[in-house]
């Protein structure tokens, strides 16, 4: 999270992160960044850690959180 944050701050994108439950991430997006917020989110979570197995990330995309899954 902390990564993505970085990220965004550093490639001047203004979408946010606004919540975190469990193992997922909440955004409030602006439309023209989704391609570049989606790219950054999945790098950076399937980067988080290495492991022995691929550690795979996904994206859900919606109006509101039920949409998005």
Same mark, same amino acid.
């Given at each position: +999270?902390? =990564?993505? *944050?970085?990220? *965004?701050?550093?490639?001047?994108? =203004?979408? $946010? +992160?606004?919540? @975190?439950? &469990? !193992?997922?991430?909440? *955004?409030?997006?602006?439309?023209?960044? $989704?391609?570049?917020?989606? $790219?950054?989110?999945?790098?950076? +979570? @399937?980067?988080?850690?290495? %492991?022995?197995?691929? %550690?795979? /990330? !996904?994206?859900?995309?919606? !109006?509101?959180? %039920?949409? /998005? &899954?």
């Amino acid at each position: +999270m902390i =990564r993505i *944050f970085n990220r *965004f701050n550093e490639e001047g994108i =203004r979408s $946010k +992160m606004i919540l @975190q439950v &469990h !193992d997922e991430l909440n *955004f409030s997006v602006y439309p023209e960044e $989704k391609e570049r917020v989606e $790219k950054i989110v999945l790098e950076e +979570m @399937q980067r988080a850690y290495e %492991l022995r197995v691929p %550690l795979i /990330a !996904d994206c859900g995309w919606g !109006d509101n959180w %039920l949409e /998005a &899954h």
